[in-house]
């Protein structure tokens, strides 16, 4: 996404557990592509994959999110599976 200047931004990036937790919201309902319910912002139209792929890992293992109950889990990363991404930018604001 840097490299097309995606919406004029260059600091496009993988989120970690406290950036992705600032779109978790279990008051709000939204649906994943299969219909069902997970808790992602309703500002983001519905239809993507539940899970996510966060910064950061630990050996062999990614670590991933997951919207339908705000848990943060390892994942083997060469497993194949249904997780996207949902890339953020700047900073947290405080």
């Given at each position: 996404?840097?490299?097309?200047k995606f919406?004029?931004?260059?600091?496009?990036?993988?989120p970690n557990?406290?950036?992705?937790?600032?779109?978790?919201?279990?008051?709000?309902?939204?649906?994943?592509?299969?219909?069902?319910?997970?808790?992602?912002?309703?500002?983001?139209?519905?239809?993507?994959q539940a899970?996510?792929?966060?910064?950061?890992?630990?050996?062999?293992?990614?670590?991933?999110?997951?919207?339908?109950?705000?848990?943060?889990?390892?994942?083997?990363?060469?497993?194949?599976?249904?997780?996207?991404?949902?890339?953020?930018?700047?900073?947290?604001?405080?």
């Amino acid at each position: 996404m840097n490299g097309i200047k995606f919406c004029g931004f260059l600091d496009w990036k993988l989120p970690n557990e406290d950036e992705i937790l600032t779109l978790y919201n279990p008051e709000e309902i939204n649906k994943d592509k299969y219909g069902n319910d997970i808790y992602l912002e309703t500002v983001f139209p519905p239809g993507c994959q539940a899970t996510v792929w966060l910064k950061g890992e630990a050996g062999q293992e990614g670590i991933i999110f997951d919207f339908k109950n705000g848990e943060t889990r390892p994942l083997y990363k060469s497993r194949t599976g249904r997780m996207s991404v949902r890339l953020v930018r700047g900073d947290i604001p405080r």
